[in-house]
């Protein structure tokens, strides 16, 4: 059943496309209105290891029209995981740029 309105998360997908597209995770768990950690949702996306996909295509009428896919996750060092393409970016550097270009 859909659910239109409020409370069905159209802010929380803004955020997760903004994280991918090199955000600041804390946007996801951060409460906007207190500023306080909503650690049950830090919490979750942690221990579950989520990661976010984000597949931008170039012709969405056409299905093997060239894409980029995008993934990041929430963890830290070795675990964390930031691609573009399959390819990991520089855990301290990268992503892409606010004009639309990807950097490496």
Known sequence: ????????GKTTVLALIDYCL???AEQIYIDP??????????????????LITL?????????SSNEIVIKRNFLQRNKKIMSING????KDRGGI????????
Request: a negative charge; aromatic letters at 6%; zero cysteines.
């Open 97 to 104: 740029s606010k004009e639309g270009s990807i950097s490496y």
């Open 33 to 50: 209105e207190t500023k306080k950690e909503i650690e049950y949702v830090k919490n979750y996306l942690v221990d579950k290891e989520v």
């Open 22 to 24: 090199g955000g600041d």
């Open 55 to 63: 597949i931008l295509k170039e012709d969405l009428s056409d299905e």
């Open 87 to 90: 390819e990991n970016l520089p």
């Open 1 to 8: 059943m859909l659910r239109p309105g409020n409370n069905v």
